[in-house]
């Protein structure tokens, strides 16, 4: 199974950057993605990453590094809309008799709170 | 990126009768598709997947009975929550995958059903 961990709450300005991070123990890996949910609504694909490294994407940057189970997703340049909750989900190897690109884990997600 | 749609959006019933939500992908083909439950302030936690052609495969303590999954077409996943009662309240999501070539086998989601048994 998996483990994975995030920060319940986080608060920051408008103009700032924000730095969640996401640990997991996993007993297989096949990618990790990062997505947005806003109160109420569908959660949306920000991110994944598979390969040690980090990815960037405009105002959002996801890290990886497989050894130390270890993620994080970079905000910056918050703006209110960036207010949600941010879900880290690991994606396991599947299996034979199972779905072989493996199922979406999730953590309990993240609320950023952005202030002006 | 890929659009998934989810009906009802929101549903009130009485205690033991059945709800139906369907789930769509509308610009992609998903031969396999999620259902998650959410409750307020957690995680999302997957409940079954379901495979076009062929019977779901049920999360350790979901009862299939119960959540009757039907995945008849590329595009179409419908669960149908049977006898419904106050405990199954809850936000149900459903999440497709494409698989497209280049899309790193994302999972799309639906924007929510939330059910609400009286």
């Known amino acids: 199974g998996q483990n994975i961990d995030q920060p319940t709450e986080m608060t920051a300005t408008e103009g700032a950057i924000v730095q969640i991070n996401c640990t997991y123990q996993?007993?297989?890996?096949?990618?990790l993605f990062w997505y947005q949910q806003h109160a109420g609504e569908a959660p949306t694909f920000l991110s994944y990453?598979?390969?040690?490294g980090l990815e960037e994407k405009g105002r959002f940057s996801s890290f990886l590094s497989r050894s130390k189970g270890y993620s994080y997703l970079l905000l910056k340049e918050l703006q209110m809309k960036d207010s949600a909750s941010y879900l880290c989900?690991?994606?396991?190897?599947?299996?034979?008799?199972?779905?072989?690109?493996?199922?979406?884990?999730f953590g309990a997600g993240t609320q950023v709170v952005v202030t002006p | 990126g890929a659009v998934v749609s989810q009906h009802p959006s929101w549903v009130i019933c009485k205690s033991g009768t059945s709800v139906k939500i369907e789930c769509r992908s509308l610009?992609?083909?998903?031969?396999?598709m999620f259902w998650y439950r959410q409750f307020p302030k957690q995680s999302l936690m997957l409940m079954a997947t379901?495979?076009?052609?062929?019977?779901?495969?049920?999360e350790q303590g979901v009862e299939k009975d119960k959540f009757l999954i039907n995945h008849a077409s590329l595009t179409l996943s419908t669960l149908t929550v049977t006898s419904a009662h106050p405990e199954d309240s809850s936000f149900y999501i459903c999440?497709?995958?494409?698989?497209?070539?280049?899309?790193?086998?994302?999972?799309?989601f639906g924007a929510g059903t939330r059910l609400s048994v009286l």
């Open positions: 999440s497709a995958r494409d698989t497209a070539s280049g899309r790193v086998n994302i999972q799309y």
């Open positions: 996993t007993s297989g890996f096949n990618g």
């Open positions: 990453n598979v390969l040690d």
């Open positions: 989900a690991v994606r396991d190897e599947g299996g034979m008799t199972t779905d072989s690109w493996g199922k979406l884990q």
């Open positions: 610009d992609f083909q998903a031969t396999t």
């Open positions: 379901s495979n076009e052609g062929s019977k779901a495969t049920y």
